[in-house]
C-alpha cells in the first residue's frame, strides 16, 4: 500500500537506521561494558540513544527533532517540514498497551493529542467499538503547541504517523509505518522491513545518492567517543556503509 501523504524515503530509512544502531548496537554494548544483574529502564535508555542519532544524522534545514517533555519523562518527535509529515517511534508494546489503556486512562497520552488534532479528520479502516472522550480541538491546543514548540502550524495540514518496530535480543524483529486517526482508530499500514537486512537484522545498504550525505569528519569523531560500538566479528554486525546515514 502507499499513503496518500508523500514521504521521504531516505529519511524513512535514516530512522530506521537510527532505530537499528540503538538497539543492535549501543544498548549490547551498554550492557557489556556494565555487566548489570538487574536491567530496568533500557527501554527509555533505548529511546535516549535512537533520539541522539536522530539529532545527530537527520536534523537538518527541513528535518526538526522536536524534543518535548510530560511530567518527568522526555520523548521526540521527527517533523518533516517539506512534506509536511511528522513521525512518533515507539515500540509495539508500548503501542498495544495505549491502545488498550487509553480509555480507561486519566491522563492524555501524547500521541493522543498529536494524533486528534494532526489527523482528527482521518475515518477508521474499520469500526471502532469505544469512544476516547477526549476534549475538544480547542481545548487540546495549548498541550499540542507545548509539544511541538511552534514547529509545526495545525493549520498546515500536517499528517502524523507512527513508526513501531519490535526489539528483541539485540535485533528488530519487525519495523512499520502505521496511520491512526484522531480517535486512536487504525487507517493504514506500511511495512519499513525493505531497510532491514532479513539475516543480520541489519541496515541494507544505502543508495548514497545526492540526499544521503555521510557525516562530516567532526560528527564521526563525536560519535565514535560517545556512542558505543560492537566489537568486530560480535553479530548482529551493522555494514559499514549505513554509518554514512
Known amino acids: 500500500m502507499r499513503f496518500s501523504h508523500v514521504h521521504?524515503?531516505?529519511l524513512l530509512r535514516k530512522m530506521v537506521w537510527c532505530i537499528l544502531k540503538a538497539t543492535c548496537e549501543d544498548?549490547?554494548?551498554?550492557?557489556?561494558?556494565?555487566?548489570?544483574d538487574i536491567c530496568n529502564g533500557l527501554g527509555h535508555t533505548r529511546s535516549n540513544y535512537i533520539c541522539t542519532r536522530l539529532r545527530r544524522y537527520i536534523e537538518s534545514q527541513d528535518i526538526n527533532i522536536v524534543i518535548f517533555r510530560r511530567s518527568s519523562w522526555q520523548g521526540c518527535i521527527v517533523v518533516d517540514r517539506a512534506n509536511k509529515n511528522a513521525y512518533?517511534?515507539?515500540?509495539?508494546?508500548?503501542?498495544q498497551s495505549l491502545l488498550l489503556t487509553a480509555p480507561q486512562h486519566p491522563n492524555r497520552h501524547y500521541l493522543q493529542i498529536l494524533l486528534r488534532v494532526e489527523n482528527g479528520d482521518l475515518p477508521a479502516a474499520q469500526v471502532s467499538f469505544w469512544d476516547q472522550d477526549l476534549p475538544d480541538d480547542d481545548e487540546l491546543l495549548p498541550e499540542f503547541k507545548s509539544i511541538v514548540q511552534g514547529v509545526?502550524?495545525?493549520?498546515?495540514?500536517?499528517?502524523?504517523?507512527?513508526?513501531?518496530?519490535?526489539p528483541a535480543h539485540g535485533h528488530i524483529k519487525d519495523i512499520n509505518l502505521l496511520l491512526y486517526?484522531?480517535?486512536?482508530?487504525?487507517?493504514d499500514r506500511e511495512s519499513?522491513?525493505?531497510f532491514v537486512d532479513p539475516d543480520s537484522g541489519?541496515?541494507?545498504?544505502?543508495?548514497?545518492?545526492?540526499?544521503?550525505?555521510p557525516p562530516s569528519t567532526d560528527q564521526a569523531d563525536e560519535d565514535s567517543k560517545?556512542?558505543?560500538?560492537?566489537?568486530?566479528?560480535?553479530k548482529p554486525k551493522l555494514r559499514d556503509i549505513p554509518e554514512q546515514a
Open 226 to 234: 560517545t556512542l558505543p560500538k560492537l566489537k568486530p566479528g560480535l
Open 202 to 213: 541489519a541496515l541494507t545498504a544505502p543508495d548514497n545518492g545526492p540526499n544521503d550525505p
Open 27 to 36: 544498548i549490547p554494548q551498554l550492557l557489556r561494558e556494565n555487566n548489570w
Open 192 to 194: 519499513l522491513m525493505r
Open 88 to 95: 512518533t517511534i515507539i515500540t509495539k508494546s508500548s503501542l
Open 8 to 10: 521521504d524515503d531516505n
Open 181 to 187: 486517526n484522531g480517535n486512536l482508530e487504525f487507517v
Open 152 to 166: 509545526i502550524d495545525p493549520a498546515e495540514g500536517y499528517r502524523h504517523f507512527v513508526i513501531e518496530y519490535s
